[in-house]
C-alpha cells in the first residue's frame, strides 16, 4: 500500500503512540484525520482533528460523517486501569472491556463499510505482547488485549474478501504516560510507530514492534511449560 495516497484516521490520536503515528502518516504524505475525545489537545499541523470517543456511539457516528474519505483506520485509544480480574474494580474491568474490545469493534463496524466503499484499505489494530501473554498483574486489560486479538483475527477474515486488509501490532513496554509509572525497560513510541507503518505500507497482516513480541510469539509454540514454566517448579 501506497501510505502518501490513504487518508488515515487515528484513535486516541493526541499524545502517546496515536500521536507519534499520526506524525509519521503525516511525514509521509498521508492524508491523517486526528480522533481524540477532546479535539482541542490534538497539537499536530496539518492533521484534522475530529472529536472521537469510541465508546460513544454517537460520537463514532459522527466522525464517521466527517472521516468520509477514509482509506485506513488505526484503533490506537487504549486504557490502563491496572485493574486485576479476581479483586478489581468492577467499572474498570468494564472499561478496559469497553475499551480494547467493543470501542475498537464500533470503530470497525462504523468505517469498514467506508473503506469498502472508497475502494478498500487497511485496519491497524494497536495490540500488545499481553494479547499473548500474562505477566501476572494487568488481568483486565491483558484479557481485553487478547480479545481485541480474537477480534482482529476473526475481523482479517470477514474484511480481506472486502479488499480491506486487517493488521494487528504487537509491542511490549513504550514510553508514553500509560506505562508513566514503570521501570520497565521501554521503546520510543516515534519508533514502534514507524515500524507500525512501514508494516502497513509492507501490507503485513501482523507486526511485532520489539524484541520482547518477537520473543514471546516465539514461544508460543512452546505452550504452557515455555510462557509459564513458574506452573511447573
Ligand atoms: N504504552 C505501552 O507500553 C503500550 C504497550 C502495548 C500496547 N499499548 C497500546 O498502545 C495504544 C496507545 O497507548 P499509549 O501508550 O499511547 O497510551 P496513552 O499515552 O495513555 O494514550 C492513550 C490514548 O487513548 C485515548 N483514549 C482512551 N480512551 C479513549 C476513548 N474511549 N476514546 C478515544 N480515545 C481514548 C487517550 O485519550 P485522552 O487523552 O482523552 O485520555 C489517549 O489519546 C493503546 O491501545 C495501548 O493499549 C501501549
Redesign the pocket.
Known amino acids: 500500500m501506497d501510505i502518501s495516497k490513504q487518508v488515515v484516521i487515528i ?8 500521536k507519534q503515528l499520526a506524525l509519521e502518516l503525516l511525514s509521509r504524505g498521508a492524508k491523517v484525520y486526528a ?4 479535539p482541542e ?1 490534538v497539537d499536530l499541523p496539518g492533521a484534522i482533528p475530529v472529536q ?4 460513544d456511539p454517537h460520537s463514532v457516528m459522527a466522525a464517521t460523517e466527517i472521516a468520509s474519505d477514509a482509506t485506513v483506520l488505526i484503533n ?5 486501569t491496572g485493574a486485576s480480574l479476581l479483586t478489581g474494580n468492577l467499572d474498570d474491568i468494564h472499561l478496559e472491556f469497553n ?2 474490545l467493543f ?1 475498537t469493534l464500533s470503530m470497525v463496524r462504523a468505517f469498514a463499510p467506508i473503506i469498502e466503499k472508497n475502494g478498500g484499505g487497511s485496519i491497524l489494530n ?5 494479547s499473548w501473554v500474562s505477566i501476572g498483574q494487568e488481568g483486565a ?1 491483558t484479557a481485553a ?1 487478547a480479545a481485541a486479538w480474537g477480534l482482529t483475527n476473526v475481523l482479517r477474515l470477514e474484511l480481506a474478501p472486502k479488499n480491506i486488509k486487517v493488521a494487528g501490532l504487537h ?4 514510553d ?4 508513566a509509572g514503570s521501570d520497565a525497560p ?1 521503546s520510543a ?1 516515534e519508533d514502534i510507530a514507524k515500524i507500525a507503518i512501514d508494516g502497513i505500507e509492507a501490507d503485513h497482516y501482523e507486526i511485532l514492534g520489539d524484541e520482547i513480541s518477537q520473543q514471546v510469539q516465539q514461544g508460543l509454540a512452546g505452550g504452557i511449560p515455555a510462557l509459564y514454566p513458574q506452573l511447573f517448579q
Do not use: E, Q, W
Open positions: 484513535s486516541g490520536a493526541n499524545r502517546g503512540l496515536g480522533g481524540a475525545r477532546k489537545s472521537l470517543d469510541i465508546t490506537n485509544a487504549g486504557t490502563a475499551t480494547h470501542g494497536i495490540l500488545s505482547v499481553l486489560y488485549k509491542v511490549g513496554f513504550m508514553t504516560d500509560m506505562m521501554k513510541p
